[in-house]
């Protein structure tokens, strides 16, 4: 409707047109995956692998051009509350990019060094994530924990969890 | 000059609030009270609400007290609160409440009036519960 | 069948002493989690879902039983004592609930909460028992077009009703649909979204991805969006009601599971409308209407017990339909696949024993929960003060702990983390999680019916119409769908209607013709946002 320097300054703050892309990226993927299914018409299934595929692709294909619509507009998704969030301050990226990094710290090191080391890594590393400073507190309570799983799942639900590197000591 | 008195909503911190305003008006101080809180659970009962600071601001000022109330949350402890306001306000006198606590209950959560009175640069004046003058 | 002997066998299983063990676990670790800040029932049960390799099924369900319940009293414990409703069905608790608590009555309100819970969860459970089977009976003489219908009607009401944006519901769906399609396709066995990738072939394993939306995703959001300034608790001793307090308390209880339990069975009645109701009813029938807005019991006794009805009304689809409309109910339904169970309404047939035992054990969590919680509520208030860091480090310990455990390969870990990713993004930019998980776990079951209902007609769409009852269920649908369209027309009408009839005051039809027209889902939504807001 308007022309382009308005559309430079309406894209600005609207990050939700990632969700946008997501959506459309993903229809697209789903409908180019099923249309390179080959086969056969039968009898017996004349529906085929392929129906659901294009109308899932579809409506997310759909949904990507009215939300872009929506958002274009000045619509916004409302921010999920709930009893220990507080959505007045902006999202705090110094807690969730250290926990995410001990989370893939762990997925790194478990099949390597098991998972007592690499769960008291997980544990130990997201509570200092999450603002604990107390490291020697924080540390015992990290590898009780990683070890009561470890004993609690082998003995209790009959899992066994890679020892890893301490493969013979536990 | 300035009077620090670190308060809690228990009758220790009352008592160490009562003490602190007859001291300021003695020698005609400043008075900062400090209540703070790690901030890291949904519930710290030590920290106190809205109505409670409205009390407190009235009855120093109708005690004629020139004050300040502070609520810092901001990850430390009480203990370092408490240190960090008087170093920079170069307070001539910490007040504190005591209360009693277990060897094991200390080992466990140290003790902030322990850490006060060690680490204080300035006089520490330690009041317990219903011990005031 | 004869649902008394049934049920009678159902209390025989479930008073065992090692399924009634596990009652009191699920009853206990429910409350605790439902009091937690930051846990839910449906992420419990997605975390305790590795227990379905070494439980009974009927062990397993008995607790996760008592997680569902106990979750909904602990909610209700935090809103009253701090005014932080942890769920949608609870913020109608916190606006009387916590004003009595403020006025030094938090005893009575978690007392009439308590109790109010005991009654309408056990009518709740009797109504189960009775209707369940009456729905099955009914559900098995149906073809599949017609169970097709049912399931787009229950998908489609869950995303078009609930929630405050449509469109967002539907991208949600739609993403759970393309999850819920990775792997081989079961009849032809081609591969399907795997992109090459061998460890993709059998799909994504609904255990990581209910782990990942409803626990990684919850706990790097809260994590983004700490609270900052701490809360206080309300004190509060052992809560007790006097003679005044049952006197105006057992009619809300009895009004409000009569709202609850139908609207809990409905595919997307949910809990927050009948307890809104049971709000709006209990304020215009109250002898004491001053008190509303001061902390009337009556407005704590009718919803807490809407909220426990519909919660007993949400299994009635689940066991008899196999059909999950929230979110608890629907990572329940994941644990029977665990199993190998097909939900659905032969599961009535096949695992008679089973469902007849947790039916029972709602009665025994019923009254668990009373038990257990009236003398415990000081201690629970207790647990808020755990320090966060612990808190959601646990989280995202037990839930990789969970995925791991699934196939025991990081490759799972890897999926964990990129959909909590995306259960974040969803958290952030508003689109629901819960028609995703509906999505991930009804997808697969929909084109299994969808391809039986075209087979028997030979590939003609028109076989999808051959039952009257899936005609009807498609005209609901269509209603559903045109909803908005049909809510406008009746308001660009209405300007029209309204000054025509104000002046002449004898003419009282367009009003009420209105309200009742707009009575089903839309209006009450829009009333009860305000409620919610107020509680911030």
């Known amino acids: ?170 | 000059m300035t009077i620090v008195v670190g308060y809690v909503p228990t009758p220790e911190g009352e008592a160490a609030l009562t003490q602190a305003i007859l001291e300021a008006r003695k020698s005609n101080s400043k008075l900062l009270v400090i209540n703070s809180s790690k901030g890291d659970a949904l519930v710290d009962n030590r920290y106190a609400q809205e109505p409670e600071i409205q009390t407190i601001e009235e009855r120093l000022a109708a005690q004629g007290i020139d004050h300040a109330i502070i609520q810092p949350v901001r990850g430390h402890d009480a203990a370092a609160e408490v240190l960090d306001a008087a170093e920079e306000q170069k307070a001539e006198l910490i007040v504190i409440g005591l209360r009693r606590r277990t060897p094991v209950g200390k080992l466990i959560m140290g003790s902030t009036s322990q850490r006060i009175l060690l680490e204080a640069d300035c006089p520490v004046l330690a009041v317990k519960a219903g011990a005031t003058a | 069948m004869d649902v008394f002997s049934s049920l009678m066998d159902g209390f025989a299983t479930a008073l065992t002493p090692l399924n009634f063990m596990y009652a009191v676990i699920g009853v206990i670790l429910g409350t605790a989690v439902g009091v937690l800040p930051g846990l839910g029932p449906a992420m419990t049960v997605a975390l305790l879902l590795p227990v379905t390799y070494a439980l009974e099924p009927t062990s397993a369900f008995i607790m996760f039983a008592g997680i569902y319940y106990g979750g909904m009293y602990g909610g209700s414990t935090t809103s009253i004592l701090l005014n932080t409703p942890g769920e949608s069905s609870s913020v109608v608790t916190a606006i009387e609930g916590n004003k009595m608590a403020k006025a030094g009555r938090a005893a009575q309100a978690l007392a009439t909460a308590a109790i109010g819970s005991f009654v309408a969860g056990t009518i709740g459970t009797a109504l189960l028992a009775l209707c369940a089977p009456i729905v099955v009976d009914f559900a098995v003489s149906l073809g599949a077009p017609s169970y097709f219908a049912i399931m787009v009607l229950a998908l489609l009401a869950v995303t078009a009703v609930l929630g405050s944006s449509r469109l967002r519901g539907f991208a949600s769906l739609g993403l759970g649909l393309a999850i819920g399609l990775v792997g081989l396709d079961v009849v032809t066995g081609q591969a399907r979204l795997t992109f090459g990738v061998p460890l993709l072939a059998d799909g994504l394993d609904i255990v990581v991805v209910a782990v990942a939306i409803f626990a990684v995703g919850e706990a790097l959001w809260v994590a983004a969006h700490l609270r900052r300034n701490p809360l206080q608790v309300i004190p509060v001793g052992r809560p007790w009601m006097g003679k005044q307090d049952w006197k105006r308390s057992w009619k809300p209880w009895l009004r409000g599971t009569a709202f609850g339990f139908p609207f809990g069975a409905l595919p997307a009645g949910g809990a927050e409308i009948p307890t809104f109701l049971s709000y709006v009813t209990e304020k215009r029938l109250s002898k004491h209407p001053e008190e509303f807005g001061k902390g009337a019991i009556e407005g704590v006794a009718g919803p807490e017990a809407a909220n426990n009805a519909a919660a007993a009304g949400t299994l009635t689809p689940m066991l008899a339909l196999g059909l999950p409309t929230n979110a608890t109910a629907a990572v329940m339904l994941a644990a029977f696949t665990q199993y190998g169970i097909q939900p659905g309404p032969q599961l009535f047939e096949s695992e008679g024993p089973l469902v007849w035992a947790l039916i029972a054990s709602l009665f025994i969590g019923n009254l668990l929960l009373l038990v257990i919680n009236l003398p415990l509520a000081p201690m629970w208030a207790k647990l808020l003060q755990i320090p966060r860091p612990y808190l959601y480090a646990g989280i995202l310990f037990f839930a990789t702990l969970g995925a791991y455990s699934v196939n025991l390969q990081a490759f799972d870990l890897a999926l964990l983390l990129a959909l909590g990713a995306l259960g974040f993004m969803m958290r952030r930019f508003g689109l629901p999680v819960l028609p995703l998980i509906l999505g991930v776990i009804l997808g697969p079951r929909l084109e299994k019916q969808l391809r039986q209902t075209l087979q028997l007609s030979a590939g003609d769409p028109a076989g999808l119409f051959s039952e009257p009852i899936a005609v009807v269920i498609y005209i609901i649908v269509a209603i559903i769908l045109l909803w908005p369209l049909l809510f406008k027309l009746i308001r660009r009408n209405r300007p029209a209607a309204v000054p025509a009839g104000m002046p002449s005051t004898g003419s009282g039809t367009v009003p009420p013709t209105e309200a009742g027209g707009s009575g089903g889902g839309g209006s009450h939504r829009a009333d009860a946002t305000p409620g919610g807001d107020g509680d911030a």
């Open chain 1, 1 to 170: 409707m308007s022309s382009s320097p308005t559309l430079a300054s309406r894209l600005k703050g609207r990050s939700e047109l990632g969700v946008v892309l997501l959506l459309g990226a993903a229809g697209a993927l789903v409908i180019a995956d099923a249309a390179r299914i080959v086969t056969p018409y039968s009898q017996s299934d004349p529906v085929g692998p392929k129906t659901l595929p294009f109308i899932v692709g579809g409506l997310l294909l759909v949904c990507a051009v009215f939300l872009a619509v929506n958002v274009l507009r000045g619509g916004q998704g409302e921010a999920e509350g709930g009893e220990d969030v507080d959505l007045t301050h902006p999202a705090d990226w110094k807690t969730v990019l250290p926990l995410m990094g001990a989370f893939i710290a762990n997925i790194l090191l478990i099949d390597w060094a098991g998972w007592v080391i690499s769960g008291t890594i997980l544990f130990w590393g997201s509570v200092w994530a999450l603002g604990g400073r107390n490291y020697i507190r924080d540390g015992l309570i990290s590898v009780a924990m990683s070890l009561l799983t470890f004993y609690g799942f082998y003995l209790g639900l009959g899992i066994n969890l890679p020892a890893g590197l301490l493969e013979g000591i536990l």
